[in-house]
Structures are given as C-alpha cells and as structure tokens.
C-alpha cells in the first residue's frame, strides 16, 4: 500500500516550513471560567496537574497529561509533549503555534514559529498533538513495512478493479498494525480532541488569560475548531494558509488538487524563461509534455540506488514536495530532467523529503501515519457513493497535468482506506462561526497550492469576526516569510492589538 500527506509540515533547507488538514470537529462541554466544572468534576485531575519545565535542546520542554476521551473521564490517559521558548526580552505572554499536518511537530517547530520581534516580545508554546511525535503515538508499521506501504508499486495498473482490490487488502493490513501497535488512542487522534487538549492547555500554562495562537495550515483548522468550541477564551488568533472546514473529505481534496495544478503552472512558467528547463513551445505545449512524461514512468520501472522502483504516484509526491515554495522550483526541474535520463533519484529526494524519510531508510516522524488516522476520524468518506476510480478520473478533469498522480497516494489511499477505518468518524459541527470571539485574522495566499486562496477567503467569512488578509504571490502560508507587509500586519496585530480595518492586500 502506498500513501502520502496532501499538505502537512515540511521544513528545513529545502523549502519554508509548511502543511494542510482536511477537518471535522464538534465539541463536548462549553467552557467556563473555570474550565475543569464544564467538563464535570471528575476531570478535576487534568485541570489540577502542574506543569514541570526542564531545559531541552535549547528550549524548555513539559508533558501534559490528558484522557484519551474527554467525554469519558473513565477512559485512560495519554501523554502530550509541549515545549516553550522564553521571550528574549520582556515576556508580554505566551503565544500558542502549530505547524500544520495533521502530523506536524510543534516541539521541532516552537523556535521557528514566529518572527524575531515576537520572539523578544513573547513566550512560545507549541506542542505535538495527541499521537504525534513525542506526544504518545500513532504507531503502524515498521521502516521496512512502511516503505512498502509508501514506495511500493501495484501488480495492478493504476484506475483498475485489480489496483482497488490491492488497496483494500494493503489498507486493510495497514489499520490492522495501527490498531494493534497504537490502542484506544488510534479512535481519538481527531481534531475535536485535539481542540479540547489546548483548551486545557492554555488553562495550565496562562491560567485565565485568553489563548494568543498562530496555526499554520490544518493548524487554521485546529484554530477554528477551537474558536467555536471556546469563543469567549479567543485571545489575538492569525490563521495562515487557511482550510475551508465546511468542505466534505472529496471537495476539499478536489480543490487542494486544482490548487497543485496552479502552482505546477506557475512554476512551468518560470521553467520556460529559464534555459536549463527541458520543456519547450507554449505553457500549454510543455504542461502536455510534463503529463506525458510522467504517464511514462511505471513502463520505465527505474530502479533507484536502494533497490525502490519508482513510479508515478511517487513522482507526484516528489512535484507536491517542491510547490509548497517557490524557493523549491529548482529541484522540480532536477525530477524531470531525471526521468528523461532515466534517473529517479531527484524524485526519491523529494518524496523522501516530504515523507521524512532519512538517507539510511528510518523515518523521522510518523507524521504521515498521523494524516491518515486523523484524516479518517475528521471525515466521512464513507457516505460518498461514487467510487474511488469515479473520484480520481474528476480530480484529472479538474488538474488535468499532474492531478491524478498526486490523487493515486494520497486521495485514492485515503478513500479506501477511510472507508473502512476501524473507529468512526467523529462529530461535525454545525458552524464555524464562532460567535462573540475577538477578531480573527485569516491570512490566504493567492497561488497557495496546498490550501488554496478561496479556503481563506470562505473561512473568514464563516468567522463572525474574520478578518481576510490577502497575500499575492507563490507557496504555502505567507507570514515569517519574505513578504514584508503580512510580517507586519501579524507583528503589530500580537504586539499592539492593531487590527486591520480592510484587507491590506499584502
């Protein structure tokens, strides 16, 4: 089986630090002024705990205890790993951050989640959500199984009966390892939970202050969620690269798609100006030439130096990899000027780099077991009546150049194995309106492929005090970036209150 993230947290030298979410969430108890009576008294012990911060790898980490259901406070309790950066000034409170996923790190993100003039200004807290990274985890398969499970190939060609029935089979082993390596916590990975650990949070680190919080990406997700669930505790909250939660599981994915498909022609584009880029004629012309070649590649059945085959649903991770920035539109080229000297090398250094695959065949994270387990629960993938082939030949429509590729690890993955996920999905709200709350900026970029510019847009709508702040330009989210007025707009937003009165248009 194979399977890949849509958009979750890539970081490092490659490319800015980045991700997606697709999303469902309800709540359970509304919250007071004091948090532990809404939740009824036998949470008591979770609002109790202290927090004990030691120094960790240049930062200061702690572990927060929660239930694994916060409906039922019989059920056991798990582990989640918070770390903080102190204010390098005078600390004017503490800023919440997360990186985006499902999946994404927020202990390897809490030093990179804001500008300097915050960081002087500010304490830090960022987090790895329950069954993320040192938080207790998500656990399914080993190194070995998992690269099976992301890198190997089908007996079957791909938008076949034979590859549907090998993804079900693979899926099926799949859930089966995460539900036997992972236990009750595998049920409860989804964002509505999540919503309820910050809460809890925030109440243990600030006391009663509001929650100040930056969410990048599914972390505007988790921001939203949270802000309907808990208006009145919404302290100063900036939501970069915006999802649509009102979306089902299928549109979201079709217009994260179609959101690829913009960028791949940004950055075709851009590859026709420049003399080392081996397409030619009009961006229509080499598009066509792009598709083509990546049509070709499981005929080709390139070998890589550790034994991989390459095909095309990897070489769709590898293009989704390099246009999250513009900054990574170099190493595109290098995926295709590979394939045609029958090199797929460039391709395994992307997809590998996104699927935080090391040199020597360990993985980093389990964040790409995280995106699927959560996704499962944040959707309902069950109740599409069309059928995976029907939905990925619609994707192809709607992003005819690189669509499908991208659709046949991660959309068709998701489809069938979520459709029959061990735990069911859990509850949607109603709204994302979250009424009373203090404004909420909402920050959309135009030509974000992974969370595209209309998400923002319907999101600070939805809010009953978003505020839209428009960014023109390449990549995915915008803020702690090169673009100096957005940079501003959320300094001086944490540090001031200043609230925009109209979109700046950045």
């Excluded at 919404?234 to 089902?248: M, S, W």
């Amino acid at each position: 089986m194979k399977a890949r993230l849509s958009a979750r947290l890539v970081a490092g030298a490659l490319a800015s630090t980045l991700a997606l979410s697709l999303g469902g969430c309800f709540l359970l108890p509304t919250a007071t002024e004091v948090p532990s009576e809404s939740y009824g008294g036998d949470f008591a012990q979770y609002f109790d705990q202290s927090l004990s911060w030691q120094p960790c790898g240049g930062v200061d980490c702690a572990d927060m205890t929660v239930p694994i259901d916060w409906s039922d406070p019989d059920s056991d309790s798990v582990t989640i790993a918070l770390a903080r950066q102190n204010a390098s000034g005078a600390s004017q409170g503490t800023i919440f951050a997360n990186p985006g996923g499902p999946g994404g790190s927020g202990v390897d993100f809490v030093q990179y989640a804001v500008s300097e003039q915050l960081a002087s200004s500010f304490d830090v807290v960022a987090w790895d959500p329950r069954g993320v990274g040192a938080s207790t985890q998500v656990t399914c398969f080993d190194g070995a199984a998992k690269d099976e499970s992301l890198y190997g190939t089908f007996n079957s060609d791909y938008l076949t009966d034979g590859w549907i029935d090998e993804l079900e089979s693979d899926s099926a082993d799949f859930a089966a390892a995460c539900e036997k390596n992972t236990g009750a916590v595998l049920g409860k990975v989804d964002t509505v939970s999540t919503a309820n650990d910050l809460e809890l949070m925030r109440y243990l680190v600030t006391g009663d202050a509001p929650l100040d919080y930056i969410g990048y990406s599914y972390g505007t997700f988790i921001g939203a969620v949270y802000a309907d669930i808990f208006p009145e505790h919404v302290g100063k909250f900036v939501l970069d690269g915006a999802v649509d939660p009102t979306l089902d599981a299928f549109d979201t994915l079709l217009v994260q798609m179609t959101g690829f498909e913009s960028g791949f022609r940004a950055y075709m584009a851009d590859c026709l100006a420049n003399a080392d880029c081996p397409f030619t004629g009009t961006l229509e012309q080499a598009l066509a030439q792009a598709h083509a070649l990546i049509e070709t590649v499981d005929d080709l059945a390139l070998e890589g130096d550790d034994g991989r085959v390459l095909d095309s649903a990897t070489v769709g991770t590898a293009t989704a990899m390099a246009l999250y920035s513009e900054s990574s539109w170099p190493y595109l080229t290098d995926v295709f000027v590979g394939i045609a000297g029958s090199n797929p090398e460039p391709s395994f250094f992307l997809a590998d780099y996104y699927n935080d695959r090391d040199g020597d065949g360990s993985y980093a994270s389990n964040s790409v077991e995280v995106y699927q387990a959560t996704t499962c629960l944040d959707n309902d993938f069950a109740a599409d009546e069309k059928t995976t082939i029907e939905r990925v030949n619609e994707i192809a429509a709607a992003a005819p150049t690189i669509g499908q590729f991208l659709a046949y690890d991660d959309f068709a993955v998701l489809d069938v194995m979520c459709s029959n996920w061990p735990y069911p999905p859990a509850e949607l709200p109603d709204s994302y309106d979250a009424p009373g709350a203090a404004p909420i900026l909402v920050v959309g970029t135009s030509n974000d492929p992974a969370t595209p510019y209309s998400w923002a847009v319907s999101l600070a709508e939805q809010l009953s005090s978003g505020i839209l702040v428009s960014v023109e330009g390449e990549g995915h989210t915008a803020y702690n970036g090169d673009n100096v007025c957005v940079n501003s707009v959320v300094d001086n937003y944490f540090l001031e209150g200043a609230v925009p009165q109209t979109d700046p248009r950045c």
